[in-house]
């Protein structure tokens, strides 16, 4: 099984803050759960962001490497 990754992580793959990735959240802009106050991502999930994109430029020039390292 793998480990999830928080909000933290995933907005230190994208290069955004942790609070823009639980906007974008709410938005449904990604994907993810929230449980309790945190909010939580499957890696997987978080990959396919590149190969399909996300609304923010910003999410679309990080390079797949960062998210695959961690």
């Not at 999830?4 to 449904?28: D, F």
């Not at 999930?45 to 679309?60: A, K, P």
Request: proline letters at 6%; charged letters at 25%; one cysteine or more.
């Amino acid at each position: 099984m793998d480990k999830l990754l928080t909000s933290v992580a995933v907005g230190e793959a994208l290069g955004i803050h942790p609070k823009t990735v639980e906007r974008m959240c709410r938005r449904g802009e990604l994907p993810g759960r929230k449980i309790g106050r945190k909010w939580f991502f499957h890696p997987n999930m978080i990959d396919s962001l590149f190969s399909t994109g996300v609304g923010s430029s910003r999410v679309q020039d990080v390079p797949q490497e960062s998210i695959s390292a961690r």
